[in-house]
């Protein structure tokens, strides 16, 4: 699991400006994600974990901010050129949607539209593309991908067209893969069938994958590293099992907390709400809900460091690491 | 492919394994829901027709458009001839088969009718298209324009350019003389966008936002394919639809200014149903009742028709409505 840097974010931030003030969405990421690797990242709405990525796509709306480095193997993405992007979009960094429903044009065949994704990017025969589009739905599991490929996406199931688009997304070979909650859309029996595709590709071709969810099971479940986000920053990140077994943050804790669990008869929610990110707290912006907040915690905004083998932004996480969970 | 259906390692969970025959594509279903819808089927068939009828101009008009249905002479007029075996609808004051004329006039209204719909309908969605994608300022100033058109009242502008146009010679190449078909074409082109442009700026602000435009932004499509492969597409039926509605409301238009007079004067004194309906102004009190009662009932048979068809192809490209008949 140590392959090289792929996609490598340095105080990445996102900013909205609205009429009522800045909305600080993202505030100071840093991250890496290393060939052949999964990392998910996990947060609630509004944790800042989808616009990361959007933003890093250049997917935002005109108006948002971006600002500090986000690079693929060394090719700088903020302030690029729109020629550039587009080069870098589908063929280096490709993304799959949360709604698969929505995601497909419904005006064209499905072998047509992943014929154009290989278009678009290669200087190939229709011919040439359609084989390689049916040999790509073979892949992600669609039986009988000839005649498949003749049809539309109204007459795809959501697991189906969620294939579709992970056959689109991976129809260049990209490097970067990006996952914005796949299977939030669909039930949990094809939410498993997509998460072991997206797996088998991903082993297949060695790219970096980034899961997006809120779903701490899907991470469980596929990721190698996992990332929590909170109000725009990371709180957390390291090894799945070993986070798990030994979270370290208190918001981290606080989720694996809420999470239904066997012989535990009572859930035990995070309380308070997210901040307003227009005028986020100081310093820690969760110590407002932090059951272990000190004074420290609103003078100095804490930064990720080693714990253990993994990482985590809290002034305490020496002496939080290892509380137990009940 | 059934040998597919019985390898457990293909999963058989998803309810569309089991494939459909056939795959309707959305136009396929949209012809369905079309051929459905009666009056619009009818409508179709009778206007095409009627389209075949005077293309055949030639074949099928018993005259020639400025022809007398014979030779005057002082006993036997030609003059205000009641309908009759020799001139099925009756004659005109100077003894012009009305059938015939009919037929060569609704060929031009019809041209008219179709040019400037079509050209109004591209100078629209691209109009609408651009304001739309682009959005910002180029927005602001290509909707104030488009405003400032619908706020224009149409006949005086038409009046004005009319008089000017002897002054302005420069014009003349651009929009033909006023007394050609060109003229009205451009004239009617001029005035008739506004409508598909709002209506293209409104599809377009709602598609851009749709998630399969981000989803082929995200893998790295252009603005230019973006616009011909997924916004056009998903527009075409509200576009078709004002494109039909377009082509009667220019035909009336026609027929309004032909009866004011201010119609196409068509070289070889051809003819057009507002001129027809136009001429017939002082007929119906000396009892003459074909020369307004035809080319009336023609007219509004006509834009009856077209606007049956745009009726029916709304129910058929708008899905929402599907299951509703």
């Given amino acids: 699991m140590s392959g090289e840097v792929v996609l490598s974010l340095r105080d990445f931030r996102v900013t909205f400006p609205t009429l009522f003030g800045d909305v600080q969405a993202v505030r100071g990421v840093d991250l890496d994600v290393r060939a052949g690797e999964i990392l998910g990242v996990v947060g609630e709405s509004g944790s800042g974990k989808s616009v990361t990525f959007l933003g890093l796509m250049g997917l935002l709306p005109k108006s948002a901010r971006i600002e500090g480095s986000a690079t693929v193997r060394g090719t700088e993405l903020v302030g690029a050129s729109s020629k550039i992007m587009r080069e870098v979009r589908g063929k280096r960094v490709a993304m799959i949607f949360q709604d698969p429903l929505s995601a497909l044009n419904p005006t064209h065949r499905i072998g047509n539209q992943i014929v154009e994704m290989i278009r678009a990017h290669h200087k190939v025969s229709t011919k040439a593309a359609m084989s390689r589009a049916i040999e790509l739905l073979g892949q992600v599991g669609i039986p009988q991908p000839t005649d498949r490929a003749r049809q539309y996406p109204h007459e795809f199931s959501g697991g189906m067209r969620q294939r579709v688009m992970i056959a689109m997304a991976i129809a260049n070979e990209p490097e970067v893969l990006i996952a914005d909650e796949p299977t939030t859309a669909l039930d949990v029996t094809v939410q498993a069938q997509i998460l072991e595709i997206l797996q088998r590709i991903q082993s297949e071709s060695q790219a970096a994958v980034v899961l997006i969810t809120h779903d701490l099971g899907v991470v469980a479940r596929v990721a190698d590293r996992v990332q929590g986000m909170y109000a725009g920053r990371v709180v957390e990140r390291g090894n799945v099992d070993a986070l798990y077994a030994h979270p370290t943050h208190p918001y981290t804790q606080g989720l694996l907390q809420s999470l239904p669990t066997v012989g535990r008869d009572r859930l035990q929610p995070i309380p308070g709400s997210p901040p307003n990110m227009m005028d986020p707290p100081s310093g820690c912006a969760f110590r407002v809900r932090c059951p272990h907040a000190v004074e420290r915690c609103a003078e100095e905004m804490p930064v990720l460091r080693p714990i253990g083998d993994q990482e985590a932004a809290c002034w305490r996480a020496d002496e939080l690491r290892g509380v137990s969970l009940r | ?325």
């Fill in chain 2, 1 to 325: 492919m059934d040998a597919d259906r019985n390898d457990p390692s293909v999963d058989t969970t998803d309810a569309s394994v089991g494939l459909a025959s056939q795959s309707l594509s959305p136009t396929r279903m949209a012809i369905r829901r079309f051929v459905k819808h009666r009056a619009a089927l009818v409508s179709l068939i009778v206007l095409g027709l009627m389209v075949l009828f005077v293309v055949l101009a030639p074949l099928t008009a018993r005259y020639g458009v400025n022809e007398a249905v014979f030779k005057t002479s002082p006993e036997n007029p030609n003059q205000f001839l009641s309908p009759r075996s020799i001139a099925w609808l009756g004659t005109d004051d100077i003894g012009r088969d009305l059938y015939s004329r009919l037929i060569y006039g609704l060929r031009i209204s019809i041209f008219i009718g179709l040019a400037s719909a079509i050209f109004g309908t591209i100078l629209g969605v691209t109009i609408g298209a651009i304001a739309g994608l682009r959005g910002g300022w180029l927005d602001d100033v290509l909707m104030r324009v488009t405003d400032l058109f619908l706020a224009f009242p149409f006949l005086v502008t038409l009046l004005v350019l009319r008089s000017v146009m002897s002054s302005v010679s420069w014009l003349e190449p651009i929009v033909g003389k006023p007394t050609s078909i060109r003229f009205v074409i451009v004239l009617f082109v001029l005035f008739g966008w506004m409508g598909v442009a709002r209506l293209m700026r409104s599809q377009v602000l709602a598609l851009k936002e749709r998630e399969f435009v981000e989803a082929a932004r995200a893998l790295g499509a252009g603005p230019v394919r973006i616009v011909l492969r997924h916004l056009l597409p998903n527009s075409a039926g509200p576009i078709l639809v004002a494109l039909t509605f377009s082509v009667s409301s220019s035909i009336i238009g026609e027929a309004t200014l032909g009866f004011f007079g201010y119609g196409p004067q068509p070289g070889a004194g051809s003819t057009s149903l507002g001129k027809l309906v136009g001429g017939a102004k002082g007929a119906l009190l000396p009892g003459y009742w074909w020369l307004v009662v035809f080319p009336c009932v023609l007219l509004v048979l006509v834009t009856l028709f077209v606007n049956f068809i745009g009726d029916g192809l709304r129910d058929a490209t708008d899905p929402k409505l599907d299951g509703a008949r």
